[in-house]
């Protein structure tokens, strides 16, 4: 009797899981999966360039700096104006063994996931897939992104969490204004580490008073009893 009960356990958590592929996977993404192939191609074809290269002067900082928080050496030359949250992320990373390689991975790793939230940000705001694709497209070949991804600056990390607010931004307040907005909450914690990886990812909360101001007009400071 137990072993029928965890038998059927099994079978409803595996169940969703095939859904969640085939839906995925449907016709529906395909435009999606293209422009995920091609950031996929683009971006391995930069990795295996790139995977030995030796640091320049203004990327090294960050990790100078990560191996101080780390490890205790010296971080003279270290500009304390700079973003602080890529070096405490290596600074992690190289606690548990791992290395600049792996560091590498990770930035592209972000930077795939940044070219899949452009194409859904885009699709969701004009629920056209020609221009989620052209978006997603455009970010994909643009050699900024590239080249960024490539080195250990605080831009791949901080476009991010950037795009990671938007997201939740539109998912929480746009589309989801009139139930609990889920998505909403979690700005708040991103934004504080969005703060920390790039400075310029404070100008979000002037953009979103923008637009909710445009939206709500006056109304937006009345308190709802």
């Known amino acids: 009797m137990e072993e029928n009960q965890s038998k059927e356990v099994i079978e409803e958590v595996k169940q969703p899981l095939p859904n969640v592929s085939s839906k995925?996977?449907?016709?529906?993404?395909?435009?999606?999966?293209?422009?995920?192939?091609?950031?996929?191609?683009?971006?391995?074809?930069?990795?295996?360039?790139?995977?030995?290269?030796?640091?320049?002067?203004?990327?090294?900082?960050?990790?100078?700096?990560?191996?101080?928080?780390?490890?205790?050496?010296?971080?003279?030359?270290?500009?304390?104006?700079?973003?602080?949250?890529?070096?405490?992320?290596?600074?992690?990373?190289?606690?548990?063994?791992?290395?600049?390689?792996?560091?590498?991975?990770?930035?592209?790793?972000?930077?795939?996931?940044?070219?899949?939230?452009?194409?859904?940000?885009?699709?969701?705001?004009?629920?056209?897939?020609?221009?989620?694709?052209?978006?997603?497209?455009?970010?994909?070949?643009?050699?900024?992104?590239?080249?960024?991804?490539?080195?250990?600056?605080?831009?791949?990390?901080g476009l991010l969490l950037w795009m990671t607010m938007i997201f939740l931004f539109w998912k929480g307040y746009v589309e989801e204004s009139k139930v609990i907005p889920k998505y909403f909450y979690w700005i708040a914690p991103v934004f504080v580490i969005a703060s920390y990886a790039r400075e310029m990812n404070l100008m979000f909360v002037g953009i979103i008073f923008i637009y909710m101001f445009a939206k709500e007009k006056f109304s937006l400071f009345k308190i709802n009893e």
Request: proline share 3%; with cysteine.
């Open 24 to 157: 995925f996977l449907s016709k529906e993404n395909y435009p999606l999966l293209l422009v995920l192939g091609i950031a996929i191609v683009i971006q391995l074809y930069f990795l295996i360039k790139t995977f030995n290269q030796p640091l320049w002067w203004d990327e090294a900082v960050y990790l100078l700096k990560s191996k101080a928080i780390a490890f205790g050496t010296p971080d003279v030359g270290v500009n304390r104006g700079r973003a602080l949250f890529n070096s405490f992320l290596w600074a992690g990373l190289f606690k548990i063994g791992l290395t600049e390689h792996f560091f590498r991975i990770l930035q592209t790793i972000f930077s795939f996931v940044i070219v899949g939230l452009t194409y859904k940000i885009a699709h969701m705001i004009t629920k056209n897939k020609f221009i989620a694709f052209f978006a997603g497209f455009s970010l994909t070949v643009c050699w900024v992104l590239s080249y960024a991804t490539t080195r250990f600056f605080p831009d791949v990390t």
